[in-house]
């Protein structure tokens, strides 16, 4: 029987502000050692996935917003079998996914499909697609965490591993958290009821006071550089990933250089940056690229685990930087800021009110949001060991979250199995090959690495 439910505000902003150049699809991509079974895949989708409800609800339009209805679920038309040109299976899979990328989900059917690829490299690969109303990519990470066992054969999770500063990001705010932020007035308090109780009845002047204040930080912060990162969205999406890197290489690198393998992979990244403007005629000295970073907004005792309750907090990349160790020198003192002023206070929050504004508001906070930034940056946590998806065998995976409004450019660095990826989802008016970034990484690491010169110490 049918279900009619409501959108939430929170949800309802991903359907707002979506363009057709600019999709909000959260992307996925796996790759399996072995070839993955079409009905193994499907049973584990029907026993695992589809209890959440939401993957068994697609959306109905009305003059007031939108609705989730549930219903019967076709497993056919949610699991498509695709197959690759003849040539480089890794740039035909690349292909794939950036057309994927820039194609809407079926608004008739609930807002998810995955491409299963045959015979990819001798195993499989499966491309995932989730509109980000049903969930925002952490929730998401959750989810494809339920789908996957240590071992071949399904069996109990192992305990939780020691989370780093980037994981803590992606963690629920504890009690210690929310009573440290500073509720100074009914500012604060009207704001974190809107966010940690999205389904509430919403209250116009209630979000309008919110807006302001997200709206009043954002501006707060001053532009990041003009660069050909920046533009205008034309819809056409292309991908690249980066040659693992082990977690052993790059935890050496920040021993020698006595700093940590966050700011080592951030300085790397950087890097790359830099040397791709240079490559491109653009002037590099003094750029600044704020990215803003995905941060958990719900709280321990949220009772849902799917939603949109997030919000970001922004990091400058140095790449105006030309010294390698001069740029992990700031990138360290970058990181290490970060880390000292993190707290709910200061995540924008603003995709989480602009939804049910008119739509004069939404644009002007997105090209206001573009102005001050320029990439969606996603630190990835994944499993240290190896995971299994109806039993064959995980071996590389990448994760992005849509950018949004003008933003061209989503970087996503997924850690997984003891190696880092780096991985790029750009429009082709902002980056046109972003293989000439990700390809980069290793020439960056290098020039980081214990045989490079030992120019200086990073400070504490």
Known sequence: MSTLERLGSLDMTWLQIERSTNLMQVIGVLVLATPLDRNALADCLRTRLLPLERFGQHILRDTVG??????????DAHIVTAALPPGDERAG??????????????PARPLWQLHLVPGYRGGSA???????????????????????????????????????????????????????????????????????????????ARASTALALEIGKLAGLHDDSHTFLKGEPKG??????????????????????????????????????????????????????????????????????????WGFMPLELPVGIADPLDRLAETHRRVAHFTESYDAQRALGIFSLIG???????????????????????????????????????????FWSPPSGDLGLAISIVSYDGSYRVGLLADAAMVATPAAITDRIQAQLDALGTKAPRRRKAPA
Not at 254 to 281: C, F, I, K, Y
């Open 356 to 398: 049910q504004t008119p739509r004069a508001v939404q644009l002007q906070a997105l090209k206001l949001l573009a102005t001050k930034s320029t990439a969606l940056l996603c630190h990835v946590p994944g499993a240290h060991r190896p995971r299994f998806l109806a039993g064959a065998q995980i071996v590389e995976q990448m």
């Open 236 to 309: 056409v999406k292309h991908v690249s990933w980066s040659a693992p890197v082990t977690e052993s290489a790059v935890a050496a690198i920040a021993r020698a250089r006595e700093t940590t393998p966050n700011a080592v992979l951030l300085a790397a990244l950087s890097g790359a940056l830099h040397d791709h403007l240079a490559q491109q005629g653009s002037p590099t000295t003094g750029v600044e690229l704020r990215t803003l970073m995905p941060v958990n907004l719900r709280t321990e005792d949220t009772p849902d685990v799917l939603g949109n309750r």
């Open 93 to 106: 899979l690349e292909a794939l996914i950036g057309e994927l990328a820039a194609t809407p989900l079926d």
């Open 126 to 204: 499966l491309v995932a697609r989730v509109h980000q109303c049903i969930a925002d990519s952490i929730a998401l990470i959750g989810v494809l965490q339920s789908l996957t066992d240590p071992k071949p054969a399904a069996e109990p999770p192992p305990p939780p591993e020691a989370p780093n500063l980037f994981d803590r990001l992606y963690a629920p705010l504890t009690d210690a958290v929310i009573d440290s932020i500073k509720l100074s007035g009914a500012i604060w308090a009207r704001y974190l009821s809107l966010l940690f109780n999205p389904t509430q009845v919403f209250d116009y």
């Open 66 to 75: 939108a609705i989730w209805e549930s219903g019967q679920v076709d497993l």
